[in-house]
């Protein structure tokens, strides 16, 4: 069994699908790791640990990949490298399938069986391969740090000679993986963190962590443990109440999103503006849309003195750990995959049947 993992290409892109540790673990499992050199340099794995694990070093994203019977990556190769891949190999990675046409269809022309891990169910036997939950920690993580940085503000309470200085007030918006552990982080950081989110479950959570929660007196609780739209009605009401309380606000790390629709907006340009000058927004919901309207991916730009950030590649910016965690849940999906050394596809198993893209049919609907 040949495993191939090529440098991932996509701009910023510096984490890696498979860690020394991981690469060790296949070995032993009976597979022949191919790496290409490099491949783990943006999350500061070099090749020499790969080679101490057992991994043969290849010259080139070719030669990684040319032959192997399943490729491992963080983001999608372009349809140009899917094309170079064996016929019917197999792809774990985050594909988003649908958001590249030629991507889908180079996938399915070369019978690539592919398994987008953003598709995993999200069950407690699922939660080891769970790339969303592992990766939205790093982001909401790295949120935080980012607001600290660009806040002309102390975070913490503080009682100096210079006389006393309040602590930062943090909204977090969404309170799902992401948005909680931005409230973790704001908390150690000495602010005072409020935290709102439609599913009402999440006010304990919030409070568990030590935030505040922010009732706007909306509640969306949808299907599968997500949120739901909201209606019209309810929108405009949590906006009312939102834009009072954001003049009180010091910095709001947006995390909202609802899955497989672009990010709900929430804070408005009006709303923004209505904050105190030197306030910060940092939008984790950039990449689809954003919960502000102010936000811009990828830049940061200031609006009446309040300064919106809406970074892309926060996961990345943690690359180590977030590869470390992604590495050990697509090892754990993997070894769903692996029998006696070789390939095998339970169809039988949930978590392979309802992951694998294309659709098989029997597992549509
Ligand atoms: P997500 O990234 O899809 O959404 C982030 C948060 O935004 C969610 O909490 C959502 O409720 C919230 N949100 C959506 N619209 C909003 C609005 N208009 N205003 C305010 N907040 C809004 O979610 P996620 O972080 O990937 O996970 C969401 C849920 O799934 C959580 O309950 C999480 O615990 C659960 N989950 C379960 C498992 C498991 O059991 N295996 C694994 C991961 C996540």
Redesign the pocket.
């Known amino acids: 069994l040949k495993i191939g993992i090529a440098r991932e290409t996509a701009p910023g892109e510096r984490r890696v699908a498979v860690t020394p540790e991981t690469c060790r673990k296949l070995v032993a499992a009976g597979a022949e790791v191919h790496v290409e050199r490099g491949s783990g340099a943006g999350a500061h794995f070099p090749d020499l640990a790969y080679e101490e694990a057992g991994a043969v070093l290849a010259d080139g994203a070719a030669a990684a990949v040319a032959d192997a019977d399943a490729v491992l990556c963080v983001q999608p190769p372009a349809a140009a490298g899917i094309a170079a891949l064996k016929e019917g190999a197999v792809l774990v990675g985050i594909l988003q399938p649908q958001l590249d046409e030629a991507r889908g269809a180079a996938i399915a022309q070369r019978g690539v069986v592919a398994f987008p891990l953003e598709r995993l169910p ?3 036997r ?2 080891a391969m ?1 790339v ?2 592992s990766q ?1 920690g790093m982001a909401g993580y790295k949120a935080v740090l980012i607001a600290a940085v660009l806040a002309p503000r102390f975070f913490p309470m503080l009682t100096t000679a210079a006389g006393t200085i309040r602590p930062s007030k943090v909204l977090v ?7 909680l552990q931005a409230i973790a982080t704001a908390r150690r950081l000495g602010a005072q963190v409020e935290g ?4 009402p ?2 006010r304990e959570q919030i409070e568990s962590l030590g935030g505040r929660f922010l009732d706007l007196g ?1 509640s ?1 609780a949808g299907e599968g ?3 739901r739209q ?1 209606t019209d009605e309810e ?1 405009a009401e ?1 906006q009312r109440r939102l834009g009072e309380h954001l003049r009180s606000v010091d910095v709001v790390v947006c ?5 497989g629709r672009p990010a ?1 907006r ?1 804070v408005t340009a009006e709303m923004a503006a209505g904050m105190k000058p030197g306030s910060v927004i940092v939008d984790l919901a950039a990449e689809t849309g954003g919960n502000c309207e102010l936000t811009r991916r990828g830049e940061t730009v200031e609006h009446a003195g309040v300064v919106v950030a809406g970074p892309l590649d926060l996961a990345s910016q943690g690359a180590q750990h977030a590869s470390e965690m992604y590495a050990r849940n697509v090892l754990n999906f993997v070894q769903l995959l692996l029998k006696d050394g070789a390939l095998a596809f339970d169809w039988d198993d949930e978590l392979l049947a309802r992951t694998v893209w294309p659709e098989r049919p029997a597992a549509a609907g």
């Not at 918006?173 to 948005?179: F, L, N, W, Y």
């Not at 995390?255 to 899955?259: F, G």
């Open positions: 999200r069950t407690t699922a939660q769970d969303l939950s939205a918006i969404g309170a799902g993986v992401a948005g709102f989110d439609v599913r479950e999440t909306v969306a443990g997500y949120a909201l929108r949590q995390t909202a999103a609802v899955p709900p929430i």
